[in-house]
């Protein structure tokens, strides 16, 4: 077995510098994933849907479980598509907990099972297009009611969000944050939950409702884009340093985290193939920059009431630029750009259907469609040999 000159402690330090990173690499890395991460952690809790310690406290472990098995800048993420719905009004704060612990425990179960990477192949990729796309629709909706209030504040925001399709690397969505915090009374009215439409905590929270709103549109997009892509990016851009990233193992730490952390309160997490990349993109290239998130997250779990405080100074129109910025993020996705043209019709019902009536009539339209595209083409095809056949 090789060590590492000058024992355990030079190991880390070396660990720590990373691979072309460095400090500053790593630091500037940290925050890579922000315009992910903001626009759901801001709403939910400046709208008074989750608290603020175990939401922060439940990203500061996940970011210290990466550091300790991963090594490397695996992005911990908000899931989207729960997030997506609780934004939404579809999910209360008790049904958000059911939601987490329900895909905490089938992702549990598919990490110890063989049959995981078939299992995220059950529902066709056009199919989790769609529902991702109409899931973006949804949030663009919020977005545009809380912009409404102040389109001539908005409008710059979105210009300045929209400069990341110019420069990745420009912190845009923090620089956004910390403007909107040190100069929000002055700017605009603050965040109003009725403009969220979001679902009361007082009702009692529904077993059903949170596995048909929360659990079925979100397990095929975490199978997908945050256990098999988000496996296949970080091999592609850490080469050998990514072997501990394992799609049972991203199924595992994910199911893990949930299962345990969001019946406290914590937000529905998984790690985003999109969030590693930007990571990445921003310089992280070891640890170091999960360890840093891990602190602040830790940091802003123990500052009671100075963070709701802050997010309340945020005028609503910024948040909902934010939401916007993420609702495009949800529907520009590389999958819809790809998609073969058979496909997008089966991507544009399922994401209708989704945003019009709900995940669950989503995915059961998207699966109809898909099924009749199949049938069409394997109609296509046998009649295409036939033309062969009798033209010899």
């Known amino acids: 077995m090789n060590r590492v000159p000058g024992g355990p402690v030079a190991g880390w330090r070396q660990r720590l510098?990373?691979?072309?990173?460095?400090?500053?690499?790593?630091?500037?890395g940290a925050f890579g994933d922000l315009g992910t991460f903001l626009p759901y952690v801001i709403?939910?809790?400046g709208a008074g849907l989750l608290s603020p310690a175990p939401v922060f406290a439940g990203f500061a472990v996940g970011y210290l479980l990466v550091a300790i098995v991963y090594r490397l800048p695996v992005a911990v993420q908000p899931m989207k598509a729960v997030g997506a719905v609780i934004l939404a009004g579809g999910l209360s704060g008790g049904e958000v907990a059911w939601a987490g612990a329900m895909l905490g425990a089938i992702l549990l179960a598919l990490a110890a099972s063989p049959?995981?990477?078939?299992?995220?192949r059950v529902i066709p990729q056009s199919v989790v297009t769609g529902?991702?796309?109409?899931?973006?629709l949804v949030l663009l909706a919020v977005a545009a009611r809380l912009m409404g209030g102040d389109w001539l504040l908005a409008v710059p925001a979105l210009a300045l969000l929209s400069l990341t399709w110019v420069w990745p690397r420009g912190p845009f969505a923090l620089a956004l944050v910390v403007v909107a915090?040190?100069?929000?009374?002055?700017l605009g009215a603050p965040l109003d939950m009725s403009l969220v439409g979001a679902a009361p905590n007082g009702h009692a929270a529904s077993p059903w409702n949170a596995f048909v709103s929360g659990v079925l549109p979100q397990l095929p997009l975490t199978l997908l884009n945050a256990v098999v892509v988000a496996a296949a990016v970080a091999r592609t851009l850490y080469g050998p340093g990514a072997r501990r990233v394992s799609e049972r193992r991203l199924a595992a730490t994910s199911g893990a985290l949930?299962?345990?952390?969001?019946?406290f309160?914590?937000?529905p997490m998984c790690h985003g193939a999109g969030g590693i990349a930007g990571h990445h993109r921003f310089g992280a290239r070891s640890l170091a920059a999960p360890l840093l998130l891990a602190l602040l997250c830790a940091l802003a779990a123990l500052s009671g009431d100075t963070v709701p405080a802050l997010l309340a100074r945020i005028p609503a129109s910024l948040v909902g630029a934010l939401l916007a910025y993420a609702a495009v993020?949800?529907?520009?996705?590389?999958?819809?750009v790809d998609a073969r043209p058979d496909c997008r019709p089966v991507i544009a019902v399922a994401a209708l259907a989704t945003w019009g009536l709900g995940a669950l009539a989503g995915l059961a339209a998207g699966l109809a469609a898909e099924a009749v595209r199949v049938r069409i083409r394997r109609g296509g095809a046998g009649s295409a040999t036939l033309t062969q056949e009798n033209g010899k």
């Open 265 to 267: 309160g914590a937000m």
């Open 17 to 28: 510098a990373g691979a072309g990173g460095g400090v500053l690499g790593d630091v500037s």
């Open 43 to 45: 709403v939910a809790i």
């Open 131 to 136: 529902l991702q796309a109409g899931l973006g």
């Open 258 to 263: 949930n299962l345990v952390l969001a019946p």
């Open 115 to 120: 049959l995981l990477l078939r299992a995220a």
């Open 181 to 186: 915090i040190a100069f929000g009374p002055s």
């Open 329 to 336: 993020d949800l529907l520009a996705s590389r999958r819809l």
